[in-house]
């Protein structure tokens, strides 16, 4: 079946250091998003991607970096200059065109003590 | 900053009701979307109205669009317990979806 994964499901972390979360679809799909998600929150956009080899920061980039080296695979990683990491990190993908539904894994649950 | 958002931010209902959530936005959109969220669980998506479009049915859901307004509607009509969830909408511009806060709907058996 298509869709999105995203591992871990959980992840806990010490403060101060870096943590990649994946993030891969097999949809075929062009676009690639990450979201953050607080508790009782709407979903706001750290970055995307278009095409393989190129991203754009959405409204929170600071301290998050992302890779887009293959179509189905869009890791991002949090590093230790976020400030309040702790949150649910979602992925999603889009087929090109302006009226396309975006599709969205699981999430990752990040914790960091 | 979000572009859309919901109101009202939580609803309690009975099964069997009607369920009416809003959504408003602020700057031109290609279209609207409406998700829904399981608990811990990502985004399903539910619909989408182009900003050409005025109503849209989906089985059990409608969803109106008022680009004079800049708002739209969820309706979720005979409502059931596995209608509990958060809802989202999302206005679409280009390749980019901006979504607001959500309204958290509560189906009461």
């Known amino acids: 079946d298509g869709g999105i994964t995203q591992s871990p499901k959980y992840l806990f972390r010490k403060e101060g250091q870096n943590v990649t979360l994946s993030c891969e679809q097999n949809?075929?799909?062009?676009?690639m998003y990450w979201y953050r998600q607080d508790p009782g929150q709407g979903l706001r956009l750290i970055y995307y991607?278009?095409?393989?080899?190129?991203?754009q920061k959405g409204d929170i980039a600071e301290g998050y970096s992302v890779s887009r080296e293959k179509k189905e695979s869009f890791p991002l990683t949090v590093t230790s200059a976020q400030k309040n990491p702790t949150a649910f990190y979602l992925c999603a993908s889009m087929s090109t065109g302006w009226n396309s539904p975006l599709h969205f894994g699981n999430g990752t649950r990040l914790t960091v003590t | 900053s979000q572009q859309g958002e919901e109101d009202p931010q939580a609803l309690s209902i009975q099964e069997g009701e009607n369920a009416t959530m809003n959504c408003s936005y602020k700057?031109?959109?290609?279209?609207l979307q409406w998700y829904r969220q399981n608990s811990g669980r990502g985004l399903v998506h539910l619909i989408l109205i182009r900003s050409n479009e005025r109503e849209k049915h989906s089985g059990r859901l409608r969803v109106t669009l008022d680009t004079s307004k800049k708002s739209s509607s969820l309706l979720i009509t005979a409502s059931r317990a596995a209608d509990t969830a958060s809802y989202f909408c999302?206005?679409?511009?280009?390749?980019?979806?901006?979504f607001g806060g959500g309204t958290r709907v509560l189906v009461k058996p």
């Open positions: 991607s278009q095409i393989v080899n190129d991203f």
């Open positions: 999302a206005t679409g511009a280009g390749n980019k979806l901006t």
């Open positions: 700057t031109s959109i290609n279209n």
């Open positions: 949809l075929n799909h062009d676009a």
